[in-house]
């Protein structure tokens, strides 16, 4: 039997991780090369490390180290030094905030709306700043970059994450109104997009689930249980751009976020290093984002995928280099480069054959008694007291309909 040890690093949640560890649990050995392979799954603690320690771990699945510099150094040292598996990529999650994605889509020829980085509106709280921005700051027209972009636009943070520090602009003064609030955060001006429909798509290593996302609605409500809501083209488009950029920037656990206009495809915000799974967003597409992590995670562990540090830019910029080559058919060889990096269709191979008892076993734990004391566990954990019927009413009622739909589905096959 061979043994691999996933570790957890996490922050404050507990809802997917039970699930995640539970799951496999469940699903016990899978047969692979040289016969069956076992999963622990434990949750990684902080502490003084030398850069020389052997880690214990195969795999980390890291949802911490965005903000926290000790974990994150960790991160790179194994991955570096002792070839674990990561979920995501320290190294280009560091390098390429928003800004970083902005550049590689558009050099890719995707349709990122017109975007302009403006320097700070404070000056950093660095003695050598003051003189450094008096010598070589441009004075610029923040007025006429906004009026060239066109109204309404967006102000929004260069590495962005949870809407902080965002906002719709739509006249002069609230443009100087959010830039003098900016202080010293660096913002991007964005031409805002009138969309038909948000989709947000969530991909977990080969596969992706596209979303129809209402970012007004509160959190629970965001995301809408709702199919075939795009043509077929701008679904396949949307998929396709968020393996693309996963597989550029070798990033395996991302959501991203496209907005839909008249049949074209607007990518806005696409590296989120801790996408959102948890239970009481999710609903509805929890127990499919539990598969897919439980499935990828094993599929990288028994089949030995080595993670790559390097990220082959040439590759992708030679097809968008490719002159005559319209932009549907970039996608087309965009998409091949992605399927060959996630190995998709050796995955799809590998979940057929070795896997093929995680959906009813998925079914079975969903159906019954410990999914449902998780999800009131997890209720109780998020909202106060006096809303947990409400939630805990929501969150069943969701689950149910996706019990029917699997149901229905599993039957059907
Ligand atoms: N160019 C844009 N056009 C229309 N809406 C936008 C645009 N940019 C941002 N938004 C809105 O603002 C929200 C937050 O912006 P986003 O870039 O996703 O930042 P964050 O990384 O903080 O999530 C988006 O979900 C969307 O609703
Ligand atoms: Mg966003």
């Known amino acids: 039997m061979t043994r691999h040890t996933i570790g957890l690093l996490l922050g404050t949640e507990d809802d997917w991780p039970s699930a995640f560890t539970e799951i496999l649990r469940r699903l016990g050995p899978v047969e692979g090369p040289g016969g069956p392979h076992a999963f622990d799954v434990e949750r990684i603690t902080i502490e003084p490390f030398s850069l020389r320690d052997k880690p214990r771990y195969d795999m980390a699945i890291d949802r911490l180290a965005y903000w926290y510099y000790h974990p994150r150094e960790w991160l790179k040292k194994v991955a570096m030094m002792d070839g674990v598996y990561l979920l995501n990529s320290p190294f280009t999650f560091q390098s390429m905030e928003k800004h970083a994605a902005y550049c590689a889509m558009m050099r890719l020829g995707l349709k990122v709306p017109e975007t302009v980085l403006v320097p700070y509106k404070n000056?950093?709280?660095n003695?050598?700043?003051?003189?450094?921005?008096?010598?070589?700051?441009?004075?610029?027209?923040?007025?006429?970059?906004?009026?060239?972009?066109?109204?309404?636009?967006?102000?929004?943070?260069?590495?962005?994450?949870?809407?902080?520090?965002?906002?719709?602009?739509?006249?002069?003064?609230?443009?100087?109104?959010?830039?003098?609030?900016?202080?010293e955060m660096l913002m991007h001006l964005q031409k805002a997009i009138d969309y038909d429909v948000f989709a947000r798509s969530l991909s977990i290593g080969a596969e992706t689930m596209?979303?129809?996302?209402?970012?007004?609605?509160?959190?629970?409500?965001?995301?809408?249980?709702?199919?075939?809501?795009?043509?077929?083209?701008?679904g396949l488009e949307v998929v396709t751009i968020s393996k693309l950029v996963n597989a550029f920037f070798r990033w395996e656990f991302n959501s991203c976020e496209t907005l839909v206009s008249g049949g074209e495809v607007y990518p806005i915000d696409y590296a989120n290093a801790c996408p959102d799974v948890a239970l009481t967003s999710l609903h509805y597409y929890f127990p499919w984002a539990m598969k897919a992590l439980v499935k990828w995670a094993v599929f990288a562990l028994v089949t030995g995928r080595r993670a790559r540090l390097d990220l082959e830019t040439d590759r992708y910029f030679a097809i968008a280099d490719e002159p005559g080559m319209s932009y549907g058919e970039k996608l087309g060889e965009y998409r091949k480069l992605a399927d060959a990096y996630f190995d998709t269709e050796r995955y799809q191979d590998f979940c057929a054959t070795s896997l093929a008892r995680l959906d009813q076993l998925m079914l079975d734990w969903i159906t019954g008694p410990d999914f449902d004391q998780l999800l009131v566990r997890t209720v109780q954990a998020v909202y106060p007291e006096h809303e947990h019927d409400q939630f805990i009413a929501h969150l069943r009622g969701l689950l149910h309909l996706w019990v029917r739909d699997e149901s229905a589905r599993l039957a059907a096959a």
């Open 210 to 234: 596209v979303m129809k996302f209402l970012p007004d609605q509160p959190m629970h409500l965001r995301y809408a249980v709702e199919h075939d809501f795009l043509s077929p083209d701008a």
């Open 127 to 183: 003695s050598r700043y003051v003189y450094t921005a008096a010598r070589y700051n441009q004075p610029f027209d923040l007025d006429a970059i906004a009026r060239k972009i066109g109204y309404p636009l967006f102000m929004k943070p260069y590495d962005g994450g949870a809407w902080r520090g965002v906002s719709r602009i739509n006249n002069v003064a609230e443009l100087h109104a959010a830039y003098d609030a900016s202080g």
């Open 123 to 125: 000056p950093l709280d």
